[in-house]
């Protein structure tokens, strides 16, 4: 965790210093880094989705929770076991919107006893869809600044973000929100020991830079006054690609805010952030559970080679199975006895051999 915590200080610190280090580096900072991280960002971003696309499955493997579909009087969980295509879309719906299976999630823990119980786990389903919703309308608020005009969706969304108006400017509800659930994602690695024992730098520093994303955008907001003009003109250009200088006294806060949201865009493709594109191609999620109406054919099998079954195996190693003292579908068939002239030429055989004078 102090790895995680370290790197993202060494981030801002780095981004004060280009920030402070003349024109030069504020064009390095304000302009190459962000079209830097944004084409990181797309390409990783589709050679992810791309690899995993091409990636075989070679077992059908729905996770399922609910009844499968069997006989007509039996009632069918068609969501929480599709078996049509229909019923894998609602499933995916629920999980990219809802979040169902978090939803559905429990937490097991062992008391005096001993006693293992199995609880509710609905915090972390609010934190986590309270997490994403308020991420999801930040994004949103902010194509303010790369387009003119601004989308006709964007001031409605803002009035109702802030139809508080506790403040100057407006507080954003969306603001506390994802604060407090970043802070609780992170607090509950910390509280919870098996969390926290399968918790690595991985794990704490996107949250940790999304932390330090949030604070210094809050603090532009409410606390430290940033020339918007400037930051509009800067945006617009980006969006532009015009490769425009940034203004000048834009202030080192939005650069540190502007650098670390470029670390979490060339971040992204490589870390467990990639949720967002993989779990459209999980299979686990994206496959009906038809086992029983449709054989799955494995993409590795070798055309050449024709399929075994278990009969034909058994027929093929049936003695040695026997042998071995295995079960066997198909008993040996009994032994068949001697004819009665082979069996006295074999016992004459054996009569002249024992009379035979050694030489």
Same mark, same amino acid.
């Given at each position: 965790?102090k ?12 981004? =004060? ?23 990181? =960002? ?11 696309? &091409?990636?075989p ?12 579909k ?7 969980? &068609? ?14 719906a @629920? ?10 999630? *429990?937490?097991?823990?062992i ?10 786990? &609905? ?11 308020? =991420? @999801? ?15 006709? =969706? ?28 970043? *802070? ?26 999304? @932390?330090?994303?949030?604070? *210094? ?54 870390? &467990? ?56 579908e198909k ?11 082979e ?12 009379? *035979?004078?050694?030489?």
């Open positions: 965790m790895f995680s915590f370290l790197a993202v200080i060494a981030l801002v610190a780095l981004a =004060f210093l280009g920030a402070n280090l003349g024109s030069g580096m504020q064009y390095l900072f304000g302009v190459i880094i962000p079209y830097v991280a944004f084409f990181l =960002f797309i390409g990783g971003f589709i050679y992810r989705v791309t690899q995993w696309a &091409k990636s499955v070679p077992f059908s493997i729905p996770t399922t929770s609910g009844q499968g069997s006989l007509p009087w039996i009632n069918h969980a &068609k969501l929480d076991n599709p078996s049509t295509i229909g019923g894998v879309i609602g499933r995916m @629920l999980e990219v919107f809802a979040f169902r299976s978090l939803f559905k999630n *429990t937490k097991a823990e008391h005096d006893g001993p006693k293992l119980t199995y609880e509710s786990s &609905k915090w972390l389903w609010i934190a986590g869809l309270t997490f994403h919703y308020c =991420f @999801l309308i930040i994004v949103i608020r902010h194509m303010r600044l790369f387009t003119n005009p601004m989308p006709f =969706f964007i001031e409605p969304l803002e009035y109702l973000d802030g139809f508080l108006q506790v403040t100057v400017p407006a507080l954003y509800i969306t603001d506390l929100l994802f604060v407090g659930a970043v *802070t609780f994602l992170f607090v509950r690695r910390l509280v919870n020991p098996q969390v926290r024992y399968i918790s690595f730098a991985a794990d704490y520093f996107p949250l940790f830079l999304i @932390l330090a994303i949030a604070t *210094t955008g809050i603090l532009m907001r409410y606390v430290i006054r940033v020339d918007i003009v400037g930051i509009k003109e800067l945006t617009m250009n980006l969006a532009t690609f015009s490769f425009a200088a940034p203004p000048a006294n834009l202030g080192s806060t939005f650069f540190i805010h502007l650098f670390l949201i470029c670390a979490l865009m060339a971040y992204f493709p490589f870390s &467990k952030l990639m949720h967002l594109g993989g779990v459209f191609l999980s299979p686990t999620r994206n496959m009906p559970n038809d086992s029983r109406m449709v054989r799955h054919i494995n993409p590795w099998n070798d055309p050449n080679i024709k399929p075994h079954s278990y009969a034909g195996y058994e027929d093929e190693f049936r003695e040695f199975m026997a042998g071995a003292g295995l079960p066997l008993e040996l068939p009994p032994e068949e006895p001697e004819e009665p002239a069996a006295e030429e074999t016992a004459a055989e054996g009569e002249a051999a024992q009379e *035979t004078p050694a030489e």
